[in-house]
């Protein structure tokens, strides 16, 4: 079935979409406005709140709030019903260069915070880019746990969270690696060459995993989401009627629907363009419930 255009955001850039099953909704931000946006799918209703930083990636907790890593670190973000966000700082992280600011993000299947970072001028090919992992309690600066990305993203892990999956979205990289992880430490180990994406259509941006173990990741600049076998084998490619998807995950009273935010470049005035929107598509398979933050 063709994507269906859920939301007409328009983000400049929108990210890190995350299923809340009790709310039957779907949350995301919108980067550089530092948007925190949610969508009923029993109204179709859109509330829309603003963090006094890009907010690049958001986890859920229990009580309702969310732990976001926005430009300089780990924050405590609540929405309030009369459109206000409460914001605490968690614990900073200390960017190698003043241009940066956290990337793409998610949580382990025990709960802990995993989040990247980035130069926000792509153009300037700088290896800065970190992986921090972030646990409850910590104080900043944060250490960085990997090195020495350009645009690290596509953050995932395996139904038995034994496997990490990151990609580099840069141009010049375009590569996913899969590491072993251990599930009692926190520790990724054994990094090794998952997908080249050199020679497939698209970039790899972000990612979510299904419950059969299979990595789906956006293919930005192709207007593609791909599946790809825990082997590494392209299984398949689903198409959205927009050049820049940039996230996946699974939502919906199954978990059988694959929702996708995307990009809206600022040189695309179309009004009749639907670049920067919410998708949803069939994914024909399951997908696994997105770890709360609780570690």
């Known amino acids: 079935m063709p994507a269906e255009l859920i939301v007409d955001a328009r983000n400049t850039v929108g990210e890190s979409p995350v299923w809340v099953p009790e709310e039957n909704a779907l949350y ?13 799918a029993d109204s179709g209703y ?19 709030s969310w732990v976001a890593g926005m430009e300089s670190g780990f924050f405590r973000i609540r929405p309030h019903n009369d459109g206000s966000l409460d914001t605490e700082l968690l614990a900073q992280v200390d960017h190698a260069r003043t241009d940066m600011r956290l990337n793409d993000g998610r ?4 709960g802990r915070f995993w989040a990247s970072s980035m130069v926000l001028n792509m153009g300037a090919n700088a290896a800065t880019g970190a992986l921090y992992r972030y646990s409850a309690g910590q104080r900043g600066p944060i250490e960085a746990q990997l090195r020495g990305f350009t645009v ?3 953050l995932g892990f395996s139904p038995d969270g034994r496997t990490m999956y990151l990609s580099d979205s840069h141009p010049l990289v375009q590569k996913i690696w899969a590491f072993d992880y251990d599930i009692d430490s926190g520790t990724p180990s054994n990094r090794r060459l998952f997908v080249d994406m050199q020679p497939l259509p698209g970039r790899p ?29 392209l299984d398949r490619s689903l198409a959205v009627p927009v050049k820049k998807p940039t996230m996946c995950a699974f939502g919906g009273s199954r978990l059988d629907t694959l929702f996708v935010t995307s990009i809206r470049p600022g040189d695309d005035q179309d009004p009749q363009s639907l670049a920067g929107g919410v998708f949803a598509l069939e994914a024909g398979v399951k997908g696994l419930p997105e770890p709360r ?3």
């Open 28 to 40: 995301w931000v919108d980067i550089p406005a530092g948007g925190l946006q949610r969508w009923s």
């Open 46 to 64: 859109v509330e829309a709140w603003t963090a006094p930083e890009m907010l690049a990636c958001i986890v859920r907790q229990d009580d309702g």
């Open 107 to 110: 949580c382990d299947r025990q």
């Open 152 to 154: 690290p993203n596509g």
């Open 205 to 233: 941006d972000g990612a979510a995993v299904d419950a059969d173990g299979c990595y789906w990741i956006c293919g930005n600049d192709a207007g593609l989401i791909h599946r790809f076998t825990p082997e590494g084998r």
């Open 293 to 295: 933050f609780n570690h």
